[in-house]
């Protein structure tokens, strides 16, 4: 009861305890990676710069799920239109699975010159 009270009468010390107790725990980290080997020191180095990037990744793929979300919906919805309409032209034969186009009739000489 009497932490509760305290807190509610005074936030401020409170968050400058938690900046106080940050403050040490980045000293006490940096001091225990100075005690490390150099070798050490490097492997540790790039675990961090990895957890990092893979953080700053997830940070910005949180900003922006809605708008791939959007986009590809969209995306699908134009392909599926080119699809409709490509089916719909009547330039085209038939055959089984085989498509022959129209213009490409052999029958037809072709004048090159």
Same mark, same amino acid.
Request: charge should be positive; proline fraction near 4%; charged fraction near 30%.
């Given at each position: 009861?009497f ?14 305890? /938690?900046? @106080? *107790? =940050? ?5 006490? !980290?940096?001091? $225990?990676?100075?005690? &490390?080997?150099?070798? +050490?020191?490097?492997? /540790?180095? @790039? *675990? =961090?710069?990895?957890?990092?990037a893979? !953080?700053?990744? $997830?940070?910005?793929? &949180?900003?922006?799920? +809605? ?19 490509a ?27």
């Amino acid at each position: 009861m009497f932490a509760l009270r305290l807190l509610r009468e005074t936030p401020g010390i409170m968050i400058a305890n /938690v900046f @106080a *107790a =940050l403050g040490l725990l980045t000293c006490l !980290l940096l001091a $225990l990676r100075m005690a &490390l080997p150099a070798a +050490r020191q490097r492997q /540790v180095d @790039a *675990a =961090l710069r990895r957890a990092w990037a893979r !953080l700053r990744e $997830l940070a910005f793929q &949180l900003r922006h799920w +809605r708008s791939h979300r959007q986009h590809s919906k969209q995306a699908a919805a134009e392909a599926a239109e080119l699809i409709r309409r490509a089916k719909a032209r009547d330039e085209v034969d038939r055959d089984g699975n085989v498509y022959r186009p129209k213009q490409f009739d052999p029958k037809k000489r072709r004048d090159l010159h």
